[in-house]
């Protein structure tokens, strides 16, 4: 028999790590194990209180039962409470919430629910990709904007054409913001807000996978600022090392949250309950995070350093665990990335070109930066950091 795959899938861009890791599994094969700071997924475990809870949660419900896809009650109601006690930001459980399966399939799935054949989605670039395929998927036309350090990572949604303001239908935004670390302010949100009203553009603010992950101010949640055509994505995946249990909610105006429950459940059958248990659990916590920052800003400081002592232009992120790396100038983000994958160096980062899209200039502006996800142990980015430092040579432009 002869399968292909879809059009659809054809149409996504080829697989582009390939050559990144070709490089590992080479070093790998010469008995090397590169230190990875590629994948943004957290390397440190689930803590206790929270696998006690999902164990106590396993037993609560040992009559299983297909799970609501809403949430549980209980999931709902903590989920309001954390962002009445982190924002301020009353929401009703019933209305104005539903629990996800981890915000990557709320994002792919969520523009099934608005979108009419070719409507536009703008969408930044870098961006998380199921904000593209999502679109893409649904029928939509993404438009890419760039995130650009000239306007502080923030999109110049002044610059979007009309035309385009006129056919979009969402905007994705993420704050604060993977790749770059960068953070939106009060300010920001409430013109950002008026421009989407006056164009009838939905907010699809991609805010709550690392609210909880900063070196300095707490981030705002734009829900502090409006409520209304906004709605905002949270994941427990980073804030408390969950990756793996896939758990989150979806919360804003309840127009648009009703809307994508009659989409949820024709798609998903929701989170197990024995997780939203843990999930409730973690979502109490804060002190948990608070550790988690310390020792992203510790390992921030020691790369930041041995970045800064090879010559190039550093920055500490203002939130996130990523560093949004320029690489020296003249050099290409994915000649960058091969020479610290020499068996001398052995570090895995993520070319930027590669996590970003050509804009209407026709540039990439990821093409000079690579990605640091600051995962793996202090040790381990001690270890990196002296071997960039004593191989410096080996990443210079000669
Ligand atoms: C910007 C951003 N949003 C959302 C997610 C989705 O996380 P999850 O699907 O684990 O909730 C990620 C994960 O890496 C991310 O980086």
């Known amino acids: 028999m002869d399968f292909k795959a879809s059009q659809k899938l054809e149409n996504l861009a080829p697989y582009a790590f390939k050559e990144i890791n070709d490089r590992v599994t080479a070093l790998k094969e010469k008995g090397i194990t590169p230190i990875d ?34 949430g549980l009650k209980e999931f709902r109601e903590a989920a309001a409470q954390y962002m009445q006690r982190r924002f ?28 009419e054949q070719d409507d536009y989605v703008i969408i930044p670039s870098p961006g998380y990709p ?13 438009y890419f904007t760039p995130l650009l350090e000239k306007n502080n990572f923030l999109i110049d949604f002044e610059s979007i054409p009309k035309e385009i303001a006129e056919k979009a239908k969402i905007i994705w935004l993420n704050y604060p913001n993977s790749p770059t670390g960068a953070v ?5 949100y409430k013109k950002l807000i008026d421009w989407a009203h006056t164009h009838n553009i939905i907010i699809a603010a991609d805010e709550g996978c690392y609210i909880d992950i900063y070196f300095d101010e707490k981030p705002l949640s734009i829900l502090e600022v409006a409520k209304e055509g906004i709605v905002a994505f949270y ?59 310390a020792s992203y800003s510790q390992k921030a ?55 970003s899209d050509k804009c209407d200039d026709g540039i990439n502006p990821g093409e000079n930066y690579v990605r640091f996800a600051l995962v793996p ?15 410096q040579k080996k990443i210079e432009l000669q």
């Not at 390397?43 to 896809?69: C, M, Q, R, W």
């Not at 009703?92 to 979108?115: C, D, M, V």
């Not at 309840?254 to 309950?273: A, M, Q, V, Y």
Request: overall charge neutral.
């Open 184 to 188: 939106a302010t009060k300010e920001y």
């Open 235 to 293: 994941s427990l995946s980073k804030r408390n090392n969950m990756t793996g249990y896939r758990v989150g909610f979806v919360c804003g105006d309840e127009k648009l949250i009703s809307i994508f429950k009659r989409l949820k459940t024709n798609i998903d059958s929701g989170t197990p309950n024995f997780i939203q248990e843990a999930a409730i659990a973690a979502l109490d916590n804060d002190t948990h995070c608070q550790e988690m920052c």
């Open 88 to 115: 301020n930001v009353s929401l009703n459980p019933e209305t104005e919430i539903t629990s996800n399966i981890g915000s990557k399939e709320a994002i792919f799935n969520f523009p099934q629910a608005f979108l």
């Open 37 to 70: 700071f590629g994948v943004g997924d957290p390397s440190d475990p689930t803590p206790n209180f929270v696998i006690e809870a999902l164990n106590k949660g396993a037993i609560k419900h040992a009559k299983s039962g297909y799970p609501s896809y809403i």
């Open 301 to 355: 400081d020691i790369l930041l350093e041995a970045l800064k002592q090879i010559g190039l232009e550093t920055h500490k992120p203002k939130a996130t665990f990523y560093l949004w790396q320029k690489v020296p100038t003249g050099m290409s983000d994915i000649e960058f990335a091969k020479r610290l994958l020499s068996p001398e160096i052995g570090i895995v980062v993520t070319p930027g070109s590669l996590i």
């Open 130 to 142: 199921p904000m593209k395929t999502g679109t893409t998927f649904a029928g939509g036309k993404c």
């Open 377 to 391: 142990s202090i040790e381990e980015v001690k270890l990196a950091s002296q071997l960039l430092i004593d191989n």
